[in-house]
């Protein structure tokens, strides 16, 4: 095994879809008709994220061949006390194949992508944890928060993951 980290590319596209494809399979499987239309939504939203600077991201590959990664969004959000800094690192689609899987891939992902925040002068960086991964990303200094959420959307199925995850 010869792992190693690289920044994405917009060349890269294809392959955060299929892992956020897989990520949503494998957290709660959606309907095709749903994993679908999300992957051609974000697949250009992706692409126009990298494009402008707004996305940054990181691929880890085994011999050549992307096996784990992760996004950074640079995301407005609102001063507060805490920080008086507008945009926050918020990170997702951080996926790691199985076959790579509890081998520290997503710490490292992870870590560079905080690095990566520092160095553009964020205070603050975000995700949202599976139970699974809650551990690892409070032993590398991320607390949980209150955050809540309210679904609207007319026949918009909750999922079970959100029900009673209340830290």
């Not at 697949?43 to 494009?51: A, C, E, G, T």
């Not at 959000?77 to 899987?101: A, D, K, Q, W």
Request: charged letters at 25%; a positive charge; aromatic letters at 6%.
């Amino acid at each position: 095994m010869s792992l190693a980290l690289r920044p994405s590319s917009i060349a890269d596209v294809e392959t955060h879809v299929a892992h956020r494809l897989a990520l949503f399979r494998d957290l709660e499987p959606g309907s095709a008709e749903g994993l679908r239309r999300m992957a051609e939504i974000f697949r250009v939203q992706l692409r126009n994220w990298l494009v402008s600077g707004q996305c940054r991201g990181f691929l880890m590959e085994d011999e050549g061949r992307p096996v784990a990664g992760v996004l950074m969004l640079m995301k407005e959000s609102l001063p507060t006390p805490v920080s008086p800094i507008s945009v926050r690192g918020y990170l997702f689609n951080i996926y790691t194949e199985p076959s790579h899987r509890r081998q520290g891939l997503a710490a490292r992902l992870t870590e560079a992508a905080r690095d990566l925040a520092r160095d553009c002068g964020l205070e603050i960086m975000e995700l949202h944890a599976s139970r699974e991964a809650e551990g690892l990303y409070q032993r590398m200094g991320f607390v949980p928060t209150s955050e809540m959420r309210l679904v609207m959307g007319a026949g918009v199925k909750i999922p079970k993951l959100w029900k009673n995850h209340r830290h």
